[in-house]
């Protein structure tokens, strides 16, 4: 629908997955975008689909339908996406590459020069600063409107200046 705009829920906590229903059984576009997150419990590997943007929906609407967005329990917010081309064109390399099944996760925005602490492994609590990446590069794929970012894993060989 040509005259359709993008909008942002920001859902109440844990409500993603509900009104992506509610979307469904009122005929309303949305877009969830999930990754798969295993568990394991009592030696069994449970899979979960977890929300990549936790506490957002993608909505894909008709600007008079906001108010019953709004309407719904499951909507703390709407917020209206005023540069549609570069949201749906940041949202769709998103789904490409969660659609192509790569390990896509949610990032904080980490640049060079900036001071980190490591996380896991055996480095876990080392401090310093990112300088330079060799070997493979963490690509962001943002989604500056919400100030979002997730990363993929990609070979340096892989990439070229846009």
Same mark, same amino acid.
């Given at each position: 629908?040509?005259?359709?705009?993008?909008?942002?829920?920001?859902?109440?906590? =844990?409500?993603?997955?509900?009104?992506?229903?509610?979307?469904?059984?009122?005929?309303?576009?949305?877009?969830?975008?999930?990754?798969?997150?295993?568990?394991?419990? =009592?030696?069994?590997?449970?899979?979960?689909?977890?929300?990549?943007?936790?506490?957002?929906?993608?909505?894909?609407?008709?600007?008079?339908?906001?108010?019953?967005?709004?309407?719904?329990?499951?909507?703390?917010?709407?917020?209206?996406?005023?540069?549609?081309?570069?949201?749906? =064109?940041?949202?769709?390399?998103?789904?490409?590459?969660?659609?192509?099944?790569?390990?896509?996760?949610?990032?904080?925005?980490?640049?060079?020069?900036?001071?980190?602490?490591?996380?896991?492994?055996?480095?876990?609590?080392?401090?310093?600063?990112?300088?330079?990446?060799?070997?493979?590069?963490?690509?962001?794929? =943002?989604?500056?409107?919400?100030?979002?970012?997730?990363?993929?894993?990609?070979?340096?060989?892989?990439?070229?200046?846009?």
């Amino acid at each position: 629908m040509p005259n359709n705009l993008w909008y942002v829920a920001h859902t109440r906590p =844990r409500q993603e997955k509900k009104l992506v229903e509610h979307c469904q059984r009122n005929g309303f576009a949305s877009t969830l975008p999930c990754y798969n997150c295993v568990h394991k419990y =009592r030696g069994k590997s449970v899979t979960f689909r977890k929300p990549l943007f936790p506490g957002y929906v993608f909505l894909h609407l008709a600007p008079e339908l906001k108010g019953a967005i709004r309407q719904s329990d499951h909507v703390a917010n709407l917020l209206e996406v005023y540069d549609q081309e570069t949201f749906h =064109r940041q949202l769709t390399d998103i789904l490409h590459a969660l659609e192509l099944e790569l390990e896509v996760r949610l990032a904080p925005a980490i640049g060079q020069g900036m001071r980190v602490r490591i996380k896991g492994g055996p480095l876990r609590g080392v401090e310093g600063w990112v300088e330079q990446r060799q070997g493979y590069s963490i690509v962001l794929l =943002r989604l500056d409107f919400i100030s979002q970012a997730a990363s993929v894993k990609v070979d340096a060989d892989l990439l070229e200046l846009s």
